[in-house]
């Protein structure tokens, strides 16, 4: 392969993955844990590397609002940026683990704790269908 035909196949490359890109739904999940809380290692330990391996986690954008003490998981310091009106649309702002899926900016679905994330996930798959 010459110079020529690796960059004209670079460029094509580019091209066919920024169109898949912008066919992707603009999905962003935000995961809520404190250090100190079991159910949080739980869900860490027995679903988190299962996820982060997943297709899906290849195609959403993912955050960690992982504290140290689960008692400042909704304190604004740790929620900042295009966090913050994501904080702004929780009802109630407590309690850990927390997944939530957001697309294009709005909330739509707030699970709360282990049980939970299988729901999130069956919601993930549906915005990514």
């Not at 690796?6 to 999905?27: C, D, I, R, Y």
């Not at 739980?42 to 996820?51: F, G, R, S, V």
């Not at 982060?52 to 604004?76: G, K």
């Not at 966090?83 to 709005?106: H, Y």
Request: one cysteine or more; glycine letters at 8%.
């Amino acid at each position: 392969m010459n110079r020529r035909d690796f960059l004209f196949g670079g460029l094509a490359l580019a091209g066919l993955s920024g169109q898949a890109l912008a066919a992707t739904p603009n999905v962003h999940i935000v995961y809520v844990g404190g250090w100190d809380c079991p159910y949080c290692t739980t869900w860490k330990n027995q679903y988190k590397a299962a996820w982060v391996a997943s297709p899906e986690f290849a195609h959403v954008r993912w955050t960690e609002v992982d504290v140290p003490h689960l008692r400042d998981a909704y304190r604004p310091q740790y929620w900042q940026g295009d966090l913050a009106p994501i904080l702004e649309q929780l009802p109630r702002k407590s309690g850990t683990p927390r997944f939530l899926v957001v697309r294009d900016g709005k909330v739509v679905s707030n699970e709360f704790g282990v049980s939970k994330w299988e729901n999130s996930v069956v919601v993930i798959r549906s915005l990514l269908g």
